[in-house]
């Protein structure tokens, strides 16, 4: 079965300063992988996805998350944290195959410092 | 509109009622998700639908849990004998459905669901 860990619970960064959260996934082959936002009051909207091909992968908002298939990872990145960026993010993995539901981790929520 | 819809945003009801929560997917997509999102969790998967039929409903956690999408497109997720457990947000997703498990789900903003 496909999961997702997403270790840190509560992030917080200054506004200015670089981000990255850190996603590792469970699945037995490459699997699709995203990566949501979810604002308060809001629905979950997509910041990128992961296919195949290149492995750093460019998103909406200024962010990327690159993949790495010897750690299992997904990890998102930005560079420059605006204060808009609070929310919590949501990694998730879909399988190439079969289910077409997404299995998400339990998510990490950014605090952003002025 | 341009994006899924969910109705009612709140729901408050006492245990043992029955409840309805609706989904009006974006038009044209054919696939349509039912998740839900506990306090502090990311959403789970309840049960998927390929146009009027339930492809997937493995994630429904027990018999009191049932889904509809009679024309294929509004879709109702049914309650029976509500529990406090569960009280969570219900989410929404339609997918355009031509592209397997790798397509983009478009979610709505849920429906908050209180059991007292």
């Known amino acids: 079965a496909q999961s997702v860990t997403q270790p840190d619970i509560h992030i917080t960064v200054s506004e200015g300063a670089s981000l990255e959260l850190r996603c590792n996934y469970s699945?037995?082959?490459?699997?699709?992988l995203f990566w949501y936002v979810q604002s308060p009051g809001q629905g979950l909207q997509l910041l990128l996805k992961?296919?195949?091909?290149?492995?750093l992968v460019q998103g909406i908002k200024g962010f990327e998350a690159e993949f790495k298939r010897s750690q299992s990872s997904f990890n998102l990145r930005k560079p420059s944290v605006h204060w808009s960026d609070a929310a919590e993010y949501f990694c998730?993995?879909?399988?190439?195959?079969?289910?077409?539901?997404?299995?998400f981790g339990s998510g990490t929520r950014l605090q952003v410092q002025p | 509109g341009a994006g899924v819809s969910q109705t009612p945003s709140n729901k408050v009801t006492e245990k043992g009622k029955y409840v309805e929560l609706r989904c009006d997917p974006i038009?044209?997509?054919?696939?349509l998700y039912w998740y839900r999102q506990s306090l502090g969790q990311g959403p789970e998967f309840l049960i998927y639908?390929?146009?009027?039929?339930?492809?997937?409903d493995s994630g429904l956690p027990n018999d009191r849990f049932f889904a509809v999408r009679p024309e294929g497109s509004v879709s109702t997720l049914k309650i029976q004998r509500t529990e406090r457990g569960d009280s969570a947000v219900y989410l929404c997703?339609?997918?355009?459905?031509?592209?397997?498990?790798?397509?983009?789900?478009?979610f709505g903003p849920g429906t908050r669901l209180l059991v007292l």
């Open positions: 997703a339609s997918s355009s459905g031509g592209q397997g498990g790798g397509e983009t789900q478009y």
């Open positions: 699945y037995g082959a490459t699997p699709y």
């Open positions: 992961y296919f195949s091909g290149d492995t």
């Open positions: 998730a993995v879909g399988a190439v195959t079969g289910r077409r539901a997404l299995t």
């Open positions: 038009s044209g997509h054919t696939a």
């Open positions: 639908f390929q146009g009027t039929g339930a492809a997937d």
